[in-house]
């Protein structure tokens, strides 16, 4: 099993960075694929980017592009969303999620979930 802590989420200004964490237990972390997912308010969760197992391949949602950035480290069993530009429509409660040899979109097939931490940009 993997157990998945996020960090990281703060306000922060539209036009600022943020640098968001998950922290993963369990001594096969290498073997997930690894996710960020988002919620804002009232709408459904959304996947943001994901990478592979070995980091690599990453695959990123296309509001996304050109502003975030997933990486991993494998060593340290942690996973970052660098958040670049960041925007209002941004702010949502982020994921981290882990799935057995999938890197794609559907939340569904993600085994693994945190809790979850919130970004909120202002205007």
């Known amino acids: 099993q993997v157990q998945l802590v996020e960090s990281g989420g703060e306000l922060v200004q539209a036009g600022g960075s943020l640098r968001l964490s998950c922290a993963a237990s369990?001594?096969?972390?290498?073997?997930?694929?690894m996710a960020w997912f988002r919620q804002a308010p009232g709408k459904e969760r959304e996947f943001v980017a994901s990478?592979?197992?070995?980091?690599?391949?990453?695959y990123s949602a296309d509001s996304v592009k050109g502003r975030f950035t997933i990486s991993r480290d494998n060593g340290k069993n942690t996973v970052h969303l660098q958040m670049n530009s960041l925007k209002p429509d941004d702010t949502a409660v982020y994921y981290c999620?882990?799935?057995?040899?999938?890197?794609?979109?559907?939340?569904?097939?993600?085994?693994?979930w945190g809790q979850g931490t919130q970004v909120t940009v202002s205007s």
């Open positions: 369990g001594r096969t972390f290498s073997r997930y694929d």
């Open positions: 999620a882990a799935a057995r040899a999938y890197s794609g979109t559907e939340q569904g097939l993600y085994g693994y």
């Open positions: 990478i592979t197992w070995s980091g690599g391949r990453t």
